[in-house]
Structure formats: C-alpha cells, structure tokens
C-alpha cells in the first residue's frame, strides 16, 4: 500500500567535491516523498503531489525535522559491538587484546544472533540503512547476520573473514575450506532478498600467500559481489607487511597482486596512501572507507580526503565507523571526526560534503548509487528523520541557524543516534525513537 511522508527534505543527486552544491543538492522546504513497495515512487513539493495525484495518499508528517536518505556505513564489524572502546592499545596489540578474544565466541551461532540484533538495532538507531559489515571466520557468523538483517529487509553487505595465519587456532580457517565456505555463503546469501555478499580477507597480514591466491580466485568466479579488507591503517602494519611480502613493492600491490582490487572492491582506512597508491585505487575501480573514529581512537593518523576526492583522479570514498576501533555507531559523529581530521590537513570539509560521502557518495562508492543513498523516484526506501529538537542545545543552536548548510553541520558536531527521530527501511518504519518502536520486529 502507498505511503508518504512529509517534511524538509535533503538529498544529494551528484557530488559537491566536484561541482557547485547548487548541481548536487535536492532541497525542498516543504516536500512529500510516496513510497509503495519498498521504493520511493515519487518525492517533490508537497503542494503539488498532495492536490494531484496523491490527494488520498496516508501521510505521516514530520514537522521540526529533517529528511534524509538512511546513512550508509561503508565498513563496520559487528562482532566487536561488545568490545567498542577498549582501552589503550594500538591495531596490531588491540587485535590481538581485545578483537580475535571476542570474536572467538562467534563460533556459538546462537551468540552471534543475539550479537547481530544488538548491532542491527544500534544501526537503525543511529539512522544507518545499509552497512558493510565483516562477520568472523565462523561462517555461521555470517548465517546469523544475515538472518537478522533480513527480518527488517536490509540491504546489507557481509562476508565471513578469511584469516589462516596469525591468529588463534580457534579464528582460522584454511586456504581451501575459507575458499569453499565462502562460495557455499555466496550460494546463499548473495541476491537472497537484499542481501549481498562481500568476500572477507581479513587482512593481508592474517592470510597466506596460498589464501590470497584463492581468495581473489572465489571472487572473480562470482561477479557481482564484493570484497572488503584493511589497508595501510597504521605505521607497524605497514612494516609487517613489508616483511610477509617482500617481492611486493607496496601494501596495494599485494592485493592487486592478488587479484582483490577492482569495481565492488572496498578498503577501509589507506591512511598512509602514497600518491601511487591513490592512483593505482583510481584507476582500477577501487573503493576507501573512510573511518574517521577509528582512525583517531586506534592512533592510526590522519586520511587525506581531500586528495581522494578532489586529486587527480579521484577514488571513489565513503564514509565509515569501522566499529569496533570506530567509537560510534552515528555517521553524524564520523561526520565530526571528518571534519577535525580535514581541520588538522588544512582543509575545510563542509557540511554537504560531509552529508554526501555518508549518503549518495557512499552509496556511489559500493557502486550502488542507483538503488540507495538518495530520496529519488525508483530508489529503495530507506530513509532517516533527524529531529531539529532532538536536544535542548541542539534546539538552541539552530534557532540561531540560517541556511540548510548550517543546520546540517550543527547536527554534525551536536548530533548522535539521539538526533535519529525515525528509521524506514525499504518502505516501513522500523524505528520511532519516542516510542522505541524497534525492532518488535526481532
Ligand atoms: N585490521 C585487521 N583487522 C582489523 C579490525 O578488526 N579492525 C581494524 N580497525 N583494523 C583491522
Ligand atoms: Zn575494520
């Protein structure tokens, strides 16, 4: 049955690093977005759709609020939910500390499901839609994500991690049984619904050789789908993967060497890309999270974003929480991190751009830029409502607010999950923060 909304509205339909807002933004001050099967059918002036063909339309209207496309998370894990902001340690300790102890407990898959709801609810709190998420080696990790993922109808990316070396026993799988579960999950999940399916090398430090043979071998064998890992995050990573490959002549060259750049291929972090790097990123299709939290909570440095999407040529970058070494679960706080760490490189990174590489530049970067990530006719349904009252000082501030441009980048530094009114995915609310509608679903 049709439904609408109705309310401010923001959406980006092309990119503000590279064109004038004016070309890029979707604003209506008053705007109503129908949606009918799981997709927006039609979204414009709220005058002109409600005296016309919508007159009898059911209509839910948010006054005090702003509505935009679900924020996409780029790369997130959610068996860390548990451990977010373990103390003290740098990426090579913290996973050995913290990351491969819990994740352990994912070979119980009734653990996982429980896990996966907490993560999913926390998701759809923060007003996120769709996420790229890594599972453990366990591949019923990955069956209980998708599982609860699909009792809201998500469309969500995730793949079980291949990781055969440098890791407890009980977090390794071999070249060959990573290399066949991973294409009986394939079989399973990829296209399932909204589901698709992501093939996981950890990183290049936890798989062989052999592994990585295999691992872009099983993802050319199944075009469509993606491949997330880690790259370049922090300074002794670096220097432990120059001593794992030494014939290679850079961290991106291992991967390349193996088969796992290209379209549908995401990286989180490249916070220490070189030039070449950057380029050779470009030139094959490939994408960077970016993980502003993460990066600042781990000490791993600082991404030059201005030279992914504003160099030549540009990479495709969206933006992520890399949860559990990302501290929040909210885009709107990756969105601040963004901001202080493009401060610290001496650029200014606006509140559009800022909205844009959490939304349609995301969605551009998983090259799902047709289907999610803007409130546009034909596009899925996945939409957030960000309440201009959500807090007393939220409230104050924009009061004293002119353009959109400032209302956005207040709920940038000032917002959270809090700033989250109401969640829809694929056409239905999931989430009404003042009823805590959540996830009765579950
Ligand atoms: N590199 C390899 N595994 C991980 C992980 O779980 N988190 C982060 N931040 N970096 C990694
Ligand atoms: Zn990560």
């Not at 709190?125 to 699909?150: I, K, L, M, N």
């Given at each position: 049955m049709k439904k609408a909304i109705r309310g401010q509205l923001i959406s980006y339909y092309d990119n503000p690093f590279s064109k004038p807002v004016e070309d890029c933004l979707y604003y209506e001050e008053d705007a109503l977005l129908v949606m009918d099967g799981g997709k927006i059918i039609a979204v414009g002036p709220a005058s002109r759709l409600l005296s016309d063909l919508y007159r009898d339309v059911e209509v839910t209207h948010y006054k005090d609020a702003i509505i935009c496309p679900g924020f996409i998370?780029?790369?997130?894990?959610?068996?860390?939910?548990?451990?977010?902001?373990?103390?003290?340690?740098?990426?090579?300790?913290?996973?050995?500390?913290?990351?491969?102890?819990?994740?352990?407990?994912?070979?119980?898959?009734?653990?996982?499901?429980?896990?996966?709801?907490?993560?999913?609810?926390?998701?759809?709190?923060?007003?996120?839609?769709?996420?790229?998420?890594?599972?453990?080696?366990?591949?019923?990790?990955?069956?209980?994500?998708?599982?609860?993922?699909?009792?809201?109808?998500?469309?969500?990316?995730?793949?079980?991690?291949?990781?055969?070396?440098?890791?407890?026993?009980?977090?390794?799988?071999?070249?060959?049984?990573?290399?066949?579960?991973?294409?009986?999950?394939?079989?399973?999940?990829?296209?399932?619904?909204?589901?698709?399916?992501?093939?996981?090398?950890?990183?290049?430090?936890?798989?062989?050789?052999?592994?990585?043979?295999?691992?872009?071998?099983?993802?050319?064998?199944?075009?469509?789908?993606?491949?997330?890992?880690?790259?370049?995050?922090?300074?002794?990573?670096?220097?432990?993967?120059?001593?794992?490959?030494?014939?290679?002549?850079?961290?991106?060259?291992?991967?390349?060497?193996?088969?796992?750049?290209g379209p549908r291929a995401i990286y989180g972090h490249g916070v220490h890309f070189t030039e070449t790097d950057f380029r050779t990123f470009a030139e094959t299709g490939t994408a960077i999270a970016h993980c502003p939290t993460s990066n600042l909570f781990l000490g791993s440095g600082l991404f030059r974003l201005e030279r992914a999407m504003t160099g030549s040529p540009t990479v495709r970058t969206g933006l992520a929480t890399d949860l559990g070494g990302g501290t929040n679960f909210s885009q709107l706080v990756s969105m601040n991190e963004a901001y202080k760490i493009a401060q610290l490189n001496g650029y200014a990174l606006n509140a559009h751009k800022a909205f844009y590489l959490a939304t349609r530049g995301a969605a551009d970067a998983l090259y799902l830029g047709g289907q999610i990530g803007s409130l546009a006719e034909g596009h899925e349904a996945d939409i957030a409502v960000l309440d201009l009252k959500a807090t007393p000082i939220l409230d104050y501030r924009l009061g004293h607010a002119e353009t959109i441009e400032e209302v956005l980048f207040a709920f940038i530094i000032l917002g959270d999950d809090r700033a989250v009114r109401a969640t829809y995915v694929a056409g239905e609310l999931v989430y009404e923060r003042d009823r805590d509608t959540l996830l009765e679903t579950f």
């Open positions: 998370d780029c790369h997130v894990h959610y068996p860390q939910t548990e451990m977010i902001g373990a103390y003290g340690k740098q990426l090579i300790d913290w996973l050995n500390k913290y990351t491969f102890v819990a994740e352990q407990k994912f070979a119980d898959e009734a653990y996982a499901r429980a896990a996966a709801e907490v993560f999913l609810k926390e998701l759809i709190r923060a007003g996120t839609t769709t996420a790229a998420v890594f599972c453990t080696v366990h591949p019923q990790s990955v069956d209980a994500f998708f599982e609860q993922s699909a009792k809201i109808k998500m469309r969500n990316i995730a793949g079980k991690a291949l990781m055969d070396r440098h890791a407890p026993p009980g977090l390794m799988d071999t070249a060959q049984s990573g290399y066949d579960q991973t294409k009986s999950l394939i079989a399973k999940w990829h296209g399932n619904g909204r589901a698709l399916y992501a093939v996981t090398p950890r990183f290049a430090p936890t798989s062989t050789e052999e592994q990585m043979e295999l691992t872009g071998a099983v993802w050319k064998e199944h075009p469509g789908t993606y491949l997330q890992s880690h790259i370049s995050e922090n300074k002794a990573e670096l220097e432990w993967v120059k001593e794992l490959y030494p014939e290679r002549k850079s961290y991106v060259d291992v991967y390349q060497h193996y088969g796992q750049l």
